[in-house]
């Protein structure tokens, strides 16, 4: 049944975000045919205008001016809206109107709430897909991606990634994944909580949210400066993979929490009126 609502969930929220995803996509693929590289300058032959004229100069300004902007909201409306299909999906199928059936089917209600987690960390990845393909696609249409290759950089760059991150890469993806779990699970908690009041649940579960990070500021100060927590002490506080093993531990504690919290509201708590 499980496998059936991430179904569901994933259908009703794809149209607009495939929608978005492309756009970035070929957005990303124009602005680098526009701003093509040739080794140390900028080949401008493709724009339909002669780049020794300072008109052609001035609209060649304007037009990576506007498309970069462009470029910019787009990356910046995929994550808003990503956020705010978390909060509406979860809201209006599980809190609102619709939750009246939601919770008349046959199903767990920690299914209903794994549900939309899933799918709402799904999407999160495809977001961070399309962004790395369009940055890809700009690579290649501005020529970027063939200076790499001709000057044979490839190994300085990867040489770089490791001196920065060496062999704590993976704690570090598994504390971004992680870590974003818990972020969309302390919506749910706090949209939950905001639900227990009979009227302005929205506004209740803003101050939710903020409450719940104003609490966990204060505790996870609180230990850090009590010596970094007990797992930075046994490993060697003051190190990248202490932090890292560290973050993770606290995210998952977090993520439980949240989880249960938000179950336990709704399966003995729900308020639809």
Not at 24 to 31: D, K, Q, R, S, T
Not at 53 to 64: D, F, H, V
Not at 236 to 253: A, C, H
């Amino acid at each position: 049944m499980l496998g059936k609502l991430i179904k569901y969930e994933f259908k009703s929220t794809s149209r607009v975000m495939w929608f978005l995803y492309g756009a970035l996509i070929v957005v990303g693929a124009l602005l680098g045919f526009i701003l093509r590289v040739d080794d140390d300058s900028f080949d401008l032959s493709i724009m339909p205008f002669y780049a020794s004229s300072e008109t052609a100069q001035r609209a060649l300004q304007i037009t990576l001016g506007a498309l970069g902007g462009i470029y910019v909201l787009m990356i910046q409306a995929i994550f808003i809206m990503t956020i705010i299909m978390i909060i509406t999906r979860f809201n209006r199928n599980l809190l609102g109107g619709e939750g009246y059936l939601m919770h008349t089917l046959p199903v767990k209600t920690h299914n209903l709430i794994l549900s939309k987690g899933i799918v709402a960390i799904i999407w999160g990845a495809i977001a961070i897909a399309a962004g790395i393909l369009s940055g890809l696609f700009f690579s290649i249409t501005s020529g970027i991606l063939g200076l790499i290759i001709k000057e044979n950089a490839w190994e300085q760059i990867w040489r770089s990634i490791q001196e920065i991150m060496g062999l704590n890469t993976a704690l570090f993806i598994i504390a971004i994944v992680i870590g974003s779990i818990a972020t969309v699970l302390a919506f749910y908690f706090a949209m939950a909580i905001g639900n227990l009041a009979n009227k302005n649940k929205f506004l209740y579960a803003v101050l939710a949210y903020v409450g719940i990070q104003i609490v966990l500021s204060i505790i996870l100060s609180v230990i850090g400066i009590n010596g970094g927590g007990a797992i930075a002490l046994l490993i060697g506080p003051g190190n990248l993979r202490s932090f890292l093993i560290t973050s993770i531990v606290e995210q998952l504690i977090l993520c439980v929490g949240f989880f249960f919290g938000t179950n336990y509201i709704l399966k003995n708590k729900l308020n639809l009126a």
